[in-house]
């Protein structure tokens, strides 16, 4: 037994609305520079549909993920060394910008600026690549709301085994939001496709990272990640993903897309995994089996040789406390509700789902029923076989049982609790069909409806014996400034990457002001220093020189530097 640490994220798909805040302030707070317009380091997307970039659960095109060779040993499906050497110069299998979208502002300076005229002027859509004008043709959730459309809907690469069954009706039967960040996977696919071993995964907290100053550009990460959650970066010419809002889980504080989530549905906690039982578990043979091979991976926190073996590998005495109360080993064992992201992928990912009973709610509603009724809705979750595969392509690999179980046990929390708020007995039957008690039915029903902001998040800080590991992994991820990114202050990776716009909305040329400015914010104000990896090569910014001892002030960007003037 080898006990490690990991953070970990569960979403409860019932309470997402599809409003996109967490999407916004994640990309207010990571990706708002040059370079990272077309990022989503967090997005949701509307299913039935494509998702973000397009298609890309077709690991057959993307050959993402990981798979078993003829001697049942894993490899990565887009090849080994030798196959990423030979294509180290060109990576053939790479989304395009075309798959991404095409990013775009639009010119307001036509609105404010324009002269009283007969016709009302327009802001034209501009593309933030070439600053032209342009046509709108797609974006991150282009076919939000319209999931499962004549025009759409078979566009779904998780229809493409049920599609000559449901191909017209699926529209008819329900449609829900699926919010995506990294998955920071047990089994990463990602960190061994990495060329230069740049991208890692922390051994205090499983969190995945890059290191900005090992990047070397090759792009191997982006076509190694089914997920498609690693994106390049084309102005500095580095990887960059998802870091899990590292500097706030340091002290406690929760991600920026869970903090300001409206409806609530994130969970965050710590879980306790055998590092030893990974490669077994991600090298099972069954794709169906790779959900509960990955259950097995997890540690029982409350066993006693769980947490002695716990303390000998050094992790610390609250943070084992903190795995008994994280939400996240509720919700996966013992409730038994939350399931992975596409298991056959074989990363073993850390961001789990609670697949959503609303369609088979609204779908009993719409026929005029008692949509609380528990016989209603055992007796729809029986005849809506439909849904269950979908939601079976996208959590069990296809395997329906897991997910018909989980949504009999939300089905009963919800009859079940409707009887104690109408002021009737509660009703155990419900409680014993789905295998748990009255007892465990209310604690789960507090955690997924009531559950307060210290159940839903149990983050436990790190310690002050980490401090000094922690800080040189934040060095080599390039995040050393003071107040990283979104944090306040000139962020570590350029313009504007710490700092809010100070202007309401930014029209098309102050955009292309700052992008093409010789004077890029690359200073660290604070130790006087420049990061030469954020510096394009265009002018001398400010620190690429040291001062002379008569200097108090900075040159100004673009002068002669003080070797030269000398």
């Not at 809002?245 to 991600?255: A, H, Q, S």
């Not at 996208?394 to 009963?412: H, K, Q």
């Amino acid at each position: 037994m080898r006990p490690m640490a990991q953070m970990a994220m569960v979403m409860n798909l019932d309470k997402c609305i599809g409003c996109h805040t967490c999407s916004v302030t994640c990309k207010q707070a990571w990706t708002n520079r040059a370079g990272t317009e077309y990022v989503w380091f967090n997005n949701v997307e509307t299913r039935p549909g494509q998702g973000y970039p397009r298609q890309y659960e077709d690991q057959e095109k993307w050959k993402g993920g990981w798979t078993l060779n003829r001697r049942g040993n894993l490899t990565l499906k887009d090849g080994g060394r030798v196959n990423k050497l030979l294509h180290i110069f060109s990576n053939p299998k790479l989304p395009s910008i075309e798959d991404y979208y095409e990013p775009w502002t639009y010119d307001y300076a036509t609105l404010t600026d324009a002269p009283a005229q007969q016709h009302i002027p327009v802001a034209r859509p501009k593309s933030l690549i070439t600053g032209h004008d342009m046509k709108i043709t797609w974006s991150a959730n282009w076919d939000d709301d319209l999931g499962g459309s004549i025009d759409h809907g078979h566009k779904d690469v998780m229809l493409k085994n049920i599609a000559d069954k449901v191909k017209f009706e699926f529209e008819q039967t329900f449609m829900f939001y699926l919010p995506r960040i990294c998955e920071h996977c047990l089994n990463p696919s990602c960190v061994a496709s990495c060329p230069s071993g740049a991208i890692y995964k922390r051994s205090e907290d499983g969190i995945v990272l890059v290191d900005q100053d090992r990047c070397r550009g090759w792009r191997m990460c982006v076509s190694g990640c089914p997920y498609k959650k690693i994106y390049f970066n084309h102005k500095t010419g580095k990887a960059e993903k998802c870091t899990f809002c590292f500097p706030r889980i340091e002290v406690g504080l929760p991600t920026v897309c869970a903090e300001t989530c409206v409806g609530r549905l994130r969970y965050i906690g710590l879980m306790l995994y055998d590092a030893d039982k990974v490669l077994e578990a991600a090298s099972t043979e069954d794709d169906q089996g790779l959900y509960e091979a990955q259950r097995d991976v997890f540690l029982d926190p409350f066993d006693p040789v769980v947490i002695r073996e716990s303390e000998k590998a050094g992790i610390p005495r609250d943070w084992i406390q903190a795995a008994q109360r994280s939400p996240i080993w509720a919700l996966i064992t013992t409730f038994r509700v939350a399931l992975p992201l596409h298991p056959e992928y074989r990363t073993m990912p850390m961001v789990w789902y609670i697949p959503p009973l609303s369609p088979v709610v609204d779908i009993i509603r719409d026929t005029g029923h008692d949509a609380e009724d528990g016989g209603n809705l055992f007796a729809a979750i029986d005849a809506l076989r439909i849904p269950i595969e979908y939601l079976a392509e996208l959590f069990t690999a296809g395997d329906t049982a897991p997910v018909d179980a989980v949504l009999r046990r939300l089905a009963a929390m919800r009859s079940y609790m409707r009887e104690i708020n109408m002021g009737r007995p509660a009703d155990e039957s419900l409680a014993t069909r789905v295998g748990m008690t009255g007892t465990e039915i209310e604690d789960m029903y507090r955690l997924l409806a009531i559950a307060k902001y210290d159940e839903r998040y149990v983050i436990p800080p790190a310690h002050a014996e980490q401090a000094h590991s922690l800080e040189e992994l934040a060095t080599e991820c390039s995040l050393d400034l003071d107040g990283g990114p979104g944090m306040g202050g000139s962020g570590p990776f350029g313009e504007g990457s710490g700092a809010p716009t100070p202007i309401a909305v930014e029209n098309f040329q102050m955009l292309r002001d700052r992008q093409t400015s010789d004077t890029v914010a690359v200073v660290d104000s604070n130790r006087g220093r420049v990061n030469l990896l954020n510096w394009d090569g265009r002018g001398r910014p400010d620190g690429l020189f040291p001062h002379g001892d008569d200097e108090t002030t900075a040159d100004e960007p673009g002068s002669p530097g003080p070797q030269e003037r000398s």
